[in-house]
């Protein structure tokens, strides 16, 4: 029995998928590894191995737990739209870039990924969305002022730094909504 002969199309999903699978492994390697690093003695003074390990595998199990979720929400999207789930995130990646697919059955992909994302809790119409990263700025903010006033300086450092990447994604509110407009003129929605 003959073979079929793969499009150009399969053959970018199986070059796709060992660099998707080595992403999705070393976000989780750098997830147990800061697990470890904070669980071991960030900001106690004294380095405890045990706990590091115990730490680790909570984030590296919550971090593959996220994972697997995002995946079969992405996959389960796709299949509704008679799509692979690679080419789905191929065209969630442009999306996000602001460009519109020419093939029809993208475009259709990318229709419903422009009407999901202005209904999502992460675009700037959401009205709480900026006031809600503010808050958390603020928050993280009042919380390195106390750790340094309590001497913990290794905490105070992670209260800014996340302070910091709370206010960077308040600033990529804008961006972003303005490639999502973009794709949609492109879309013509």
């Known amino acids: 029995m003959a073979r079929p002969v793969g499009t150009g199309t399969d053959a970018g999903a199986s070059r796709e998928r060992p660099r998707v699978v080595g992403v999705v492994l070393a976000v989780l390697v750098v997830a147990a590894a800061a697990g470890f690093l904070a669980g071991g003695g960030f900001g106690t003074g004294t380095a405890d191995a045990v706990r590091g390990l115990v730490v680790a595998l909570a984030v590296g199990l919550l971090a593959a737990g996220a994972t697997v979720g995002v995946w079969r929400v992405n996959r389960r999207h796709a299949a509704r739209l008679g799509i692979s789930t690679s080419?789905?995130?191929?065209?969630?990646?442009?999306?996000?870039?602001?460009?519109?697919?020419?093939?029809?059955?993208?475009?259709?992909?990318?229709?419903?990924?422009?009407?999901?994302?202005?209904?999502?809790?992460?675009?700037?119409?959401?009205?709480?969305?900026?006031?809600?990263?503010?808050?958390?700025?603020?928050?993280?903010?009042?919380?390195?002022?106390?750790?340094?006033?309590?001497?913990?300086?290794g905490w105070a450092l992670y209260a800014f730094a996340m302070m910091g990447l709370v206010l960077v994604q308040l600033v990529s509110l804008r961006r972003r909504e303005r490639c999502l407009e973009a794709a949609a003129r492109g879309l013509g929605i």
């Open 87 to 153: 080419r789905y995130l191929r065209v969630a990646r442009s999306v996000r870039r602001g460009e519109a697919p020419d093939d029809p059955v993208e475009r259709a992909a990318a229709a419903d990924l422009v009407s999901r994302m202005r209904r999502g809790p992460g675009s700037v119409s959401h009205r709480w969305a900026p006031r809600l990263l503010i808050g958390g700025g603020v928050l993280w903010g009042a919380a390195g002022v106390v750790f340094i006033a309590d001497g913990a300086y």
